[in-house]
């Protein structure tokens, strides 16, 4: 994961990109090396908003490009909101690229094409061994 911290509005120091790479690091252990996350920190000038401490992050994916901007009076409070919506996004979209929900369902009572590995032998032994049980009984 290649991470960069840029600051809008504000000077970033040393010890807040420190504690933004920190918390991010979790980040980069579920997504791909050449993943870019782009983090902006910014204030927002206005007396009348509290929450006036904003930080946005994007994570360029081979997919879908995430997104998320959380705001709070606090910088570090900010970060660490960020992080837990950008953990909920990436679970997410971890899950969909290994799960193809479209492609393991059955459409209309028919099973998918290559969705049963056995040979047709096979079920058909299989579906006279089932009529067997059946007349028996």
């Known amino acids: 994961m290649r991470l ?3 600051g809008k509005n504000v000077e970033v120091t040393p010890s807040i ?3 933004a790479e920190r918390k991010l690091a979790k980040l980069g252990k579920q997504l791909a090396d050449q993943t870019q996350v782009e983090v902006e920190l910014s204030e927002q000038r206005n007396p009348s908003i509290a929450a006036s401490q904003v930080a946005e992050a994007t994570v360029f994916t081979k997919g879908p490009t995430l ?3 959380e705001a ?3 910088m570090k409070a900010s970060i660490d909101q960020l992080v837990d919506k950008l953990e909920r996004q990436v679970k997410r979209y971890r899950e ?5 929900p479209r492609r393991h369902t059955e459409h209309n009572g028919v099973e998918p094409r290559g969705a049963d590995q056995r040979s047709g032998e096979d079920r058909a032994a299989e579906g006279r061994a089932a009529e067997q049980r059946g007349s028996s009984g």
Do not use: F
């Open 72 to 74: 709070s009076p606090d």
């Open 17 to 19: 990109r420190e504690y």
């Open 4 to 6: 960069q911290v840029k």
């Open 67 to 69: 997104r998320a901007r």
């Open 96 to 100: 969909r690229r290994t799960v193809e």
